[in-house]
């Protein structure tokens, strides 16, 4: 879900490492004694905010961005596995060029559909961790997401999920009053996620992504080129949290409406002074 803008302007800085400082320990709770009863304990319905900074250097000047996800995570189980499954209803894109702005429809962002995946479960420094391994998928093109993503862009399995008549994703671009446009995205998503089961019952961690992406058209000239972002090495800048709340609680607009309760301010750039 990224873009860039070649642009001149200095970029802003990124905000201090780590991002949040998440609550793990005086709670009633305490770290299950084995695995079964960890399994159990990590089972439910959870909300899922998680932040991923990206850095481009390819451009001008280099495009910081970051990337804050929303969605749901439920844990179950499946002949004794612990399966993780992960839906995102809506994403925000934060960029470190004053005035800049892109959107990324919430349309688009459901459409992204990780495959169901066995979690493992460890145990270090008496704490229970989770990894969840990478399982890629595929947005806005078709084909086998074990492969590389597809360079071509008249390439026939290019689908359309936000269904506004373009090829790929939109990604909506505006920088001030006066420039607005649009990029055609398509991405091949691979995240892995490192959580920590906190005494308060929440999961914590970090995110790590290597996803792919091309750019197959564009609404102008200047926005139809390519980008190289990368995920910036300092996992405390990409953090996940999950928080066990109602499964009735499905949808943006409930999940909103307890948004703050439960979840930190998105993190900010800033301009040195």
């Not at 169901?116 to 890629?136: D, M, S």
């Not at 993503?149 to 999920?161: E, F, G």
Request: a negative charge; aromatic letters at 10%; hydrophobic letters at 35%.
């Amino acid at each position: 879900m990224l873009f860039f803008l070649n642009s001149c302007s200095k970029p802003l800085e990124w905000p201090e490492s780590p991002l949040y400082r998440f609550e793990q320990g005086e709670s009633n709770l305490t770290q299950p004694a084995d695995l079964e009863s960890t399994r159990n304990a990590i089972v439910g319905h959870y909300a899922h905010y998680d932040v991923v900074a990206y850095e481009d250097a390819t451009t001008r000047t280099t495009m910081r961005t970051f990337i804050i996800s929303y969605g749901f995570t439920d844990f179950y189980l499946k002949d004794g596995k612990l399966m993780q499954s992960d839906q995102f209803v809506h994403a925000e894109q934060k960029l470190s060029k004053k005035n800049a702005k892109s959107v990324f429809s919430d349309k688009a962002v459901q459409a992204i559909k990780p495959r169901i995946q066995e979690v493992e479960l460890y145990k270090e420094n008496g704490r229970w961790h989770i990894y969840r391994p990478a399982t890629p998928s595929l947005l806005g093109i078709k084909g086998d997401p074990l492969q590389p993503l597809s360079k071509d862009p008249n390439d026939r399995n290019l689908t359309d999920p936000d269904q506004d008549g373009h090829p790929g994703v939109t990604v909506q671009i505006s920088v001030g009053r006066f420039f607005k446009g649009e990029i055609y995205l398509t991405r091949r998503e691979i995240f892995s996620n490192y959580l920590t089961l906190n005494n308060n019952g929440t999961l914590s961690g970090y995110v790590v992504d290597r996803s792919e992406q091309f750019v197959v058209g564009a609404s102008k000239k200047i926005l139809y080129q390519e980008s190289n972002s990368i995920q910036h090495p300092d996992m405390g800048l990409s953090p996940v949290l999950l928080v066990p709340v109602d499964p009735n609680i499905g949808s943006f607009e409930k999940l909103m409406q307890i948004r703050d309760e439960i979840f930190p301010e998105e993190p900010e750039f800033y301009s040195k002074k």
